[in-house]
């Protein structure tokens, strides 16, 4: 069974700071892995998704790595600003769709 | 991108009636839909799969005559709570997907979400 986990839980920083998510995975027969971003009270804005067969996938300030040999992936948010300010979760997809997700980091940028 | 529309996106009901939210692919076929749960400062939970024209798969621990899930066509499921109870309350999101070329081959696109207050 695919178990999802998030770290850190949550994460403040001040504007301009780059910052790394990291999203770990117990089954490395992962079909996809793909971050979201979720507002409070909102639903889920899919921000990257990484195929099993990429390393990596970019999306402006964005930035997204897959190992599936150690089980992990990583979210690089570039020069964040407060409107990066949100929950990030990342979700290990199957064949057919389904998703696991992890618990999310709830990132706080503050001006 | 592909657009899934959930409806209400907000719902107040008593305890001991029923609620349905309804998920819709907008401009894509979907053979398969799945319904989440989201407690409050909690992630994701699946709930079940529901495949179009045949009866939703649920995940261990989820009622199925709780919470009756219909796949009537491929651009619709409905996700029906039945007596309610406080309990229930929470935050319902689906996703729909089309599998027939194979696996999917984009991202997931997600509903808006329901969010399900039960008094």
């Known amino acids: 069974k695919q178990e999802v986990t998030q770290i850190p839980a949550a994460l403040s920083v001040p504007e301009g700071e780059n910052l790394v998510l990291n999203c770990s995975f117990t089954d490395s027969a992962i079909y996809n892995l793909q971050w979201f971003r979720q507002d409070p009270g909102k639903g889920l804005t899919s921000l990257l998704l990484?195929?099993?067969?990429?390393r990596e996938q970019t999306s402006g300030r964005l930035n997204a790595s897959l190992d599936k040999s150690s089980g992990r992936s990583t979210l690089y948010i570039a020069a964040s600003q407060p409107g990066d300010s949100a929950t990030y979760l990342c979700?290990?997809?199957?064949?057919?769709?389904?998703?696991?997700f992890g618990q999310g980091t709830i990132l706080t940028v503050h001006p | 991108g592909a657009v899934v529309s959930q409806h209400p996106s907000r719902v107040i009901c008593k305890s001991g009636t029923s609620v349905k939210i309804e998920c819709r692919s907008l401009d894509f076929q979907a053979t398969t839909m799945f319904w989440y749960r989201q407690f409050p400062k909690q992630s994701l939970m699946l709930m079940a799969t529901?495949?179009?024209?045949?009866?939703?798969?649920?995940e261990q621990g989820v009622e199925k005559d709780k919470f009756l899930i219909n796949h009537a066509s491929l651009t619709l499921s409905t996700l029906t709570v039945t007596s309610a109870h406080p309990e229930d309350s929470s935050f319902y999101i689906c996703?729909?997907?089309?599998?027939?070329?194979?696996?999917?081959?984009?991202?997931?696109?997600f509903g808006e979400g329901s969010r399900l207050t039960v008094l």
């Open positions: 529901s495949n179009e024209g045949s009866k939703a798969t649920y």
């Open positions: 979700a290990g997809g199957t064949s057919y769709g389904k998703l696991t």
């Open positions: 996703s729909a997907v089309d599998l027939r070329a194979g696996g999917p081959t984009g991202e997931l696109f």
């Open positions: 990484i195929q099993s067969s990429q």
